[in-house]
């Protein structure tokens, strides 16, 4: 005897408060319509399932992946598809591949970028950031100045420890502007207690345009910043990244294209 139309509903209405209770968004969202589909294609329950896994495994790691993204606090979401390597014959595109490959994540190695105001760092930066959370790995992205002041900020409020632990828990910390502004005694200790805990237990990427025997004025203290360094240096993959300034060339073919197009 087959169930009534009423009987169906109540079915079909129990199913879906399940999916709810289970979580399964979007077996809840596309059951039907694949299922009108695997009836229409004389498919049986086993494909009908591995259909509606297939769609919520692939639905998860983009919502996961999107929370990586806005938990990374990127400055603006940058591909390192959209970056032009012509512009900068110098900088080693092998070796950003490589490290888009995130093995380097694996064994802890750190990443600094050298290059001058404009060279592209901040284009560079996070799209290795991107990739890295493409892949699953956890990412934060902060100024030096703004990691101080956090900092500084979760001590006075008794909270440091955990701000610490969350740091240290991250696959990948990107610190940019490391050196654009010089540090309060209390500010470079504070700093030098991050890149210590996460020595060889964490990577550490820096944009930084200021050479490395020019940095003992911004953390004040010969000892701290030979210290600092050698954490950051031990372990680490150099992106030379001086040339003539990105946003420069990229602003003089703007006005170059606006001027053919006016003529």
Known sequence: MRPGPGSLAQSSDQTEQYLKALKLQTFLREHDKVSRQCAAEGVGHPDFLLRLSELELIDRHHHMMDRRIKAARFPTVKSLDSFDFLTFPSLNKALVNELARSEHIGRRDNVIAVGNSGAGKTHIAPGLGLAECQKGLSVGFTTAAALVHELIEA?????????????????????????????????????????????????????????????????????LTGALLYRLTHHAHILEMNGESYRLRQSRKTNKDQTEHEA
């Open 155 to 223: 001590r006075d409020e008794i909270r440091l420890l955990n701000m610490q632990k969350r740091l240290a828990n991250l696959k990948l910390l990107i610190i940019d502007e490391l050196g654009f502004v010089p540090l309060s005694k209390t500010g470079a200790e504070l700093l030098f207690e991050v890149f210590g805990q996460r020595y060889e237990r964490g990577s550490i990427m820096v944009p930084t345009n200021l050479p490395f025997d020019e940095r003992t004025e911004v953390f004040g203290s010969e000892s």
